[in-house]
């Protein structure tokens, strides 16, 4: 059995009658209580967040580290490289 996470932080937010009554139909719906709803809700759009913005991120880092590729001098190829385009040559004549 998992230890519950204790809980020492409060949240509080003004929300409108009706903000409140759609929260509340919604719980209900879920069999939650009206605390649940919310904090569970807003943790889930949270994590999407914070996803969307990690990928964002990374091909952003991606592009930058392709465009730094392309105006790179090439290396020069390897030994084993050269090597298998003599053998290359050989097979396929050329």
Do not use: C, W
């Not at 719980?27 to 969307?52: C, M, N, P, Y």
């Amino acid at each position: 059995m998992q230890l519950a996470e204790q809980k020492t932080e409060r949240l509080e937010a003004r929300i409108t009658p009706d903000t409140k009554v759609l929260f509340q139909k919604a719980a209900k719906i879920q069999g939650r209580t009206l605390s649940e709803f919310v904090i569970d809700s807003a943790v889930e759009v949270a994590r999407r967040t914070v996803k969307e913005n990690d990928f964002l991120e990374m091909t952003y880092q991606d592009r930058i580290a392709f465009a730094e590729a392309l105006l790179k001098e090439p290396a020069s190829p390897n030994a084993k490289l050269q090597k298998a385009v003599r053998r290359h040559a050989r097979i396929f004549g050329r």
